[in-house]
Nanobody
Framework: QVQLVESGGGLVQAGGSLRLSCAASGGIFSVNAMGWYRQAPGKQRELVAT???????AYTDSVKGRFTISRDNAKNTVYLQMNSLKPEDTAVYYC??????????????WGKGTLVTISS
């Protein structure tokens, strides 16, 4: 069974940095697009950044120039480097991956989320 495990969340002051990691494991044939979403209290989950298996990236406007998504295909791991953090970046961050399983099913998986809190 495919699992996504996130790490790296925490509490930092505004202007600080955090690096999130998400490792996919279990029953994987290949991993296609991976991404990070976030959900702030009282708000809908929103896309933060995505990266294809070839390394093409996309970002929501509010994080452009501050966040960088990257991945290590050999480790099936995606990262989110977050710099110049703002209080409005406070949210639970979720990892997302489009996986082809060893049974050759194309499925979408989610991590359980990691809390990022930015103090002003």
């Amino acid at each position: 069974q495919v699992q996504l495990v996130e790490s790296g969340g925490g509490l930092v002051q505004a202007g600080g940095s955090l690096r999130l990691s998400c490792a996919a494991s279990g029953g994987i044939f290949s991993v296609n697009a991976m991404g990070w979403y976030r959900q702030a209290p009282g708000k809908q989950r929103e896309l933060v950044a995505t990266i294809t298996s070839g390394g093409s990236t996309a970002y929501t406007d509010s994080v452009k120039g501050r966040f960088t998504i990257s991945r290590d295909n050999a480790k099936n791991t995606v990262y989110l480097q977050m710099n110049s953090l703002k209080p409005e970046d406070t949210a639970v961050y979720y990892c997302n991956a489009h996986v082809v399983t060893t049974n050759y099913y194309g499925l979408e998986f989610w991590g359980k989320g990691t809390l990022v809190t930015i103090s002003s």
